[in-house]
């Protein structure tokens, strides 16, 4: 199998909303994410040919993600009064609005899923929301125990 990793970083603001610890309230995180890919067969023909994918396209696709939520405010919907999100988007601020609970967990399912989309054989997404803790999602079962670093 061959297999390719980028990675990309984000600065962004969130809260957990119902949850009763430090992480209810708005705070923000240096994200670092990391996208794996994998195939066993190597592109035959062209410009790509003896490659799995240009390393170009897949960190610019990334990028383009990581860029999209960099500097914001990233919540979940239905999580904020429409008057909040009013008085918010008068001021000028970016929001990002996802459908679900702006954690590590569900980030690495979100980024997995998009490069996904964008044609991508995607092995695994990991998402560092501090230098020591991360979350990492993959669709199947490996035969070895996950690797973390």
């Not at 035959?44 to 799995?52: D, W």
Request: glycine fraction near 6%.
């Amino acid at each position: 199998m061959y297999q390719l990793k980028t990675e990309a970083d984000f600065d962004s603001a969130h809260f957990l909303s119902g949850y009763t610890g430090k992480c209810s309230n708005i705070h923000g995180h240096r994200w670092h994410v990391e996208i794996e890919i994998e195939s066993r067969n190597l592109e035959k023909n062209g410009q790509e040919r003896g490659m799995l994918v240009d390393f170009g396209d897949l960190k610019k696709d990334l990028r383009e993600l990581a860029d999209s939520m960099d500097h914001t405010l990233i919540y979940e919907e239905n999580t904020l009064r429409p008057k909040t999100l009013e008085a918010l988007d008068e001021e000028g601020f970016h929001l990002v609005k996802v459908p679900f609970r702006p954690t590590a967990e569900n980030f690495s399912e979100y980024f997995f899923r998009k490069m996904e989309e964008k044609g991508y054989p995607v092995k695994r997404a990991v998402v560092y929301e501090t230098p020591n803790n991360c979350a990492a999602y993959r669709e199947t079962e490996e035969e070895t125990e996950a690797v973390w670093l």
